[in-house]
């Protein structure tokens, strides 16, 4: 599978009393991790949207491992763990300086139309998405 890896310094204000990064911000890397992944295929969250479509998050699943702090960097690696030409799974690992685990985890989405949330099908509206998902998916079995 094609693994996107995004590197991200940790920023003050992204760290709590403790001097660990707050936890909601890692959704936010997740975030930066999947639009990274889907430039790296050649595509645009923001040219989706100029189409009229929007892709939720439906279910998100982390699992925190190990803090990491101010000024350390911070490397999101992240995949498609699933995709049926309707809902995606992207994966996530981010890792600290030293290559420990600090989060795993998964998000799920669908493609609803911006002006009325009714779900698309990828594979439908958007062909050369659905084919380099597909490709993604199977790059290094």
Not at 118 to 134: G, T, V
Request: glycine letters at 6%.
């Amino acid at each position: 599978m094609l693994v996107s890896t995004k590197e991200i310094e940790v920023r003050y204000a992204e760290t709590d009393q403790m001097g660990v990064v707050y936890h909601a911000n890692y959704l936010v890397w997740m975030e930066l991790g999947r639009t990274q992944l889907i430039k790296d295929l050649g595509f645009s969250y923001a040219q989706m949207e100029q189409d009229g479509i929007i892709s939720p998050v439906i279910d998100i699943n982390v699992s925190y491992k190990k803090s990491l702090r101010y000024g350390e960097v911070a490397t999101i690696h992240t995949w498609i763990e699933t995709y049926d030409g309707f809902r995606v799974v992207y994966g996530y690992k981010i890792l600290t300086p030293k290559e420990e685990v600090a989060l795993i985890g998964t998000s799920s989405h669908v493609c609803v139309k911006k002006d009325n949330f009714k779900p698309i099908i990828i594979r439908k509206k958007f062909p050369e998405w659905h084919i380099a998902y597909e490709n993604a998916k199977k790059q290094g079995e």
